[in-house]
């Protein structure tokens, strides 16, 4: 994985006599609901909040619409949403809104089924998970930035705030159950979710192995919110980049952080001089998941549109322009040398009939 330092970053925004600032409000959700745009995403928690600013970027705000994990007013999870004109798309009204990465792939993954109940409702997912990546695979997934992912305790937790990976791997797979007489208590995020996929690999341990781990805590907590450390024994993985983008009072992102607290991992602390670590141990690409065949097939209803915002072949794709760079370092990520490559990272081969 390739990641563009800060240094280049504001070399580039420099030359495009750009500052980090977004050209609208960024709003949570499409504003008015009834705003229905051309291209219409859900999916990741941890990338929704710079999808809306890059939505509210990107053609002025008509092209986008990313719908967030959560409702935005209520925080309530698996509301009811209607992504396009129910005069012209019925089936598009009141789907369940997907919470996290697996649930806004299998919405698209529905949403392009030629005999799917929800077919045309989305047109882009957004992950922070990969997936087993296979040339034949119908959705192509885009890199976009890059995130890290370390791990945060209480504010009036005694638990050190440097920790290996080794011990990290300890805590999570239960060999080690206190640090320095303070016992220690492992959480992971809600199903579904990309961060808690990312993290389970990390420390070496298989979603359907979870019943051999019987420290860890699986409580259905929402992951980036200090709500999930319920006592200061807990520990819970954290994106850096919402840490960031909560802490920066941007329009329309709630500051969820409450009293986790990141810490360091094998010495590199999260956050340098406000910005994301370039060099913490720890990091992601993330991605948006598009078809395949709008990428590839001229004859595709959607393959202009997907091109132009997500794709870089031979131009530079929307997501990847330099003012989109100086959002998506605004929201808290490190921009990604290969954004916008549709070709490389393909997957989920044969899911179309």
């Given at each position: 994985?390739?990641?563009?330092?800060?240094?280049?970053?504001?070399?580039?925004?420099?030359?495009?006599?750009?500052?980090?600032?977004?050209?609208?409000?960024?709003?949570?959700?499409?504003?008015?609901?009834?705003?229905?745009?051309?291209?219409?995403?859900?999916?990741?928690?941890?990338?929704?909040?710079?999808?809306?600013?890059?939505?509210?970027?990107?053609?002025?705000?008509?092209?986008?619409?990313?719908?967030?994990?959560?409702d935005p007013q209520t925080q309530e999870v698996g509301g009811l949403i209607t992504t396009k004109?129910?005069?012209?798309?019925?089936?598009?009204?009141?789907?369940?809104?997907?919470n996290g990465s697996s649930q806004g792939r299998d919405a698209l993954i529905e949403s392009i089924d030629n005999d799917g109940v929800r077919e045309g409702c989305f047109d882009f997912a957004r992950s922070s998970s990969g997936a087993t990546f296979d040339p034949a695979g119908d959705l192509a997934y885009v890199p976009a930035a890059?995130?890290?992912?370390?791990?945060?305790?209480?504010?009036?937790s005694?638990?050190?705030?440097?920790?290996?990976?080794t011990q990290l791997r300890g805590i999570y797979q239960c060999t080690i159950t206190s640090i320095l007489?303070?016992?220690?208590?492992?959480?992971?995020p809600q199903a579904g979710s990309g961060t808690r996929q990312f993290w389970l690999s990390r420390v070496g341990i298989a979603e359907g192995d979870l019943d051999l781990y019987p420290c860890i805590q699986d409580?259905?907590?929402?992951e980036h919110d200090g709500a999930a450390l319920q006592t200061t024994s807990d520990i819970v993985p954290f994106s850096i980049a919402q840490y960031i983008a909560q802490g920066n009072n941007l329009p329309g992102v709630p500051d969820r952080r409450g009293p986790a607290e990141l810490g360091s991992v094998g010495g590199q602390a999260p956050v340098v001089s406000g910005v994301l670590n370039e060099n913490f141990p720890?990091?992601?690409?993330?991605?948006?998941i598009v078809p395949s065949a709008a990428v590839d097939n001229p004859a595709d209803p959607d393959y202009q549109l997907i091109n132009d915002v997500f794709v870089s072949n031979g131009d530079t794709a929307e997501i990847c322009a330099p003012a989109a760079e100086a959002v998506v370092q605004?929201?808290?990520?490190?921009?990604?040398?290969?954004?916008?490559?549709?070709?490389?990272?393909?997957?989920?081969?044969?899911?179309l009939p």
């Open positions: 994985m390739k990641v563009m330092t800060f240094a280049k970053l504001a070399a580039g925004i420099a030359v495009a006599g750009l500052t980090l600032g977004l050209a609208a409000p960024a709003s949570a959700d499409p504003v008015p609901a009834t705003d229905y745009r051309l291209l219409a995403g859900s999916g990741s928690d941890t990338t929704q909040d710079v999808s809306n600013g890059l939505a509210e970027l990107i053609d002025g705000g008509d092209t986008l619409a990313s719908w967030n994990a959560r004109n129910p005069a012209t798309h019925p089936q598009c009204e009141d789907i369940v809104r997907p890059v995130d890290a992912v370390t791990f945060a305790v209480h504010e009036d005694f638990l050190p705030r440097n920790l290996t990976e007489g303070e016992p220690v208590t492992p959480v992971i409580r259905g907590d929402q720890i990091t992601r690409p993330v991605y948006y605004q929201y808290g990520f490190l921009v990604h040398d290969e954004c916008g490559d549709a070709e490389t990272y393909r997957a989920f081969p044969n899911v």
